[in-house]
């Protein structure tokens, strides 16, 4: 039973069993639906650098972008819409229906609107008063 107890130190959240219980608790709320997957997605340029990254996941009917990352020089060349034309089918060919991402406004949520994602929410002041925390979904 959970004490109340905080700690402004640094500690560890996480026990070595705590990823297995959730999963177990999400494979009880949804009987019928394979657990989740990772999705990454990696472009390598000529020399086998990575040049750009999109990693992600896959659970029943949706899957979710977590982290899209294109190096500094390469932006602007066409690499993030590459790793969406890789993500997006792997999603749907393992069953999803749809996909979120969220971005903050000083990112990218414009690129994501541009390849058919629609803004579903926005909370305002986060990270910093002038900015947004952006959550878009892609049906596909």
């Not at 905080?6 to 639906?33: H, I, K, M």
């Not at 000529?46 to 500094?72: K, N």
Request: net charge neutral; hydrophobic share 40%; glycine share 10%.
């Amino acid at each position: 039973m959970a004490t109340g107890r905080s700690s402004r130190r640094p500690t560890r959240l996480w026990t070595n069993d705590s990823p297995y219980e959730l999963d177990q608790v999400n494979a009880a709320a949804t009987p019928g639906v394979a657990p989740a997957r990772e999705l990454t997605v990696r472009l390598l340029d000529g020399a086998g650098e990575l040049a750009a990254g999109m990693s992600g996941w896959t659970w029943g009917a949706a899957a979710g972008i977590a982290m899209t990352w294109v190096r500094a020089e390469a932006r602007g060349a066409g690499l993030g819409a590459r790793l969406l034309a890789e993500f997006e089918p792997e999603a749907r060919s393992r069953g999803c229906t749809h996909i979120f991402v969220t971005s903050f406004t000083f990112q990218a949520p414009a690129f994501y609107e541009r390849h058919g994602y629609r803004e579903i929410f926005r909370w305002e002041g986060v990270p910093t008063d002038d900015a947004a925390d952006v959550h878009l979904r892609k049906d596909l």
